[in-house]
Nanobody
Framework: QVQLVESGGGLVQAGGSLRLSCAAS????????MGWFRQAPGKEREFVAA????????YYADSVKGRFTISRDNAKNTVYLQMNSLKPEDTAVYYC????????????????WGQGTQVTVSS
């Protein structure tokens, strides 16, 4: 069982930055690949970024590549999403998710989810 709690969301102007954190419970955090997804009002949940269990590989959606960076600290049971050059279209609720061993871009393939944190980017 893994419990995930996101934090770090908020209101920021276009061009600004935010760093989201996702704190995980459980002693097996390092065996889970982690993903970030987002869901805007009226839209489906979409993949943002993922990181392998070791942190050795990462993958990004084209829409955020070059602007967002995913990282993890297994000693702290935490995964991060650094978001730079934010755009109004990045406005959404951001969720972190855990999947044992290998990451995926498909939301339903993740085993555990956090409650989400709101990110609002004003123009």
């Amino acid at each position: 069982q893994v419990q995930l709690v996101e934090s770090g969301g908020g209101l920021v102007q276009a061009g600004g930055s935010l760093r989201l954190s996702c704190a995980a419970s459980g002693r097996t955090f390092s065996s889970y690949a982690m993903g970030w997804f987002r869901q805007a009002p009226g839209k489906e949940r979409e993949f943002v970024a993922a990181i392998s269990w070791s942190g050795g590989s990462t993958y990004y959606a084209d829409s955020v590549k070059g602007r967002f960076t995913i990282s993890r600290d297994n000693a702290k049971n935490t995964v991060y999403l650094q978001m730079n050059s934010l755009k109004p279209e990045d406005t959404a609720v951001y969720y972190c998710a855990a999947r044992q061993w290998t990451w995926s871009v498909v939301a339903v393939e993740y085993d555990y989810w956090g409650q989400g944190t709101q990110v609002t980017v004003s123009s």
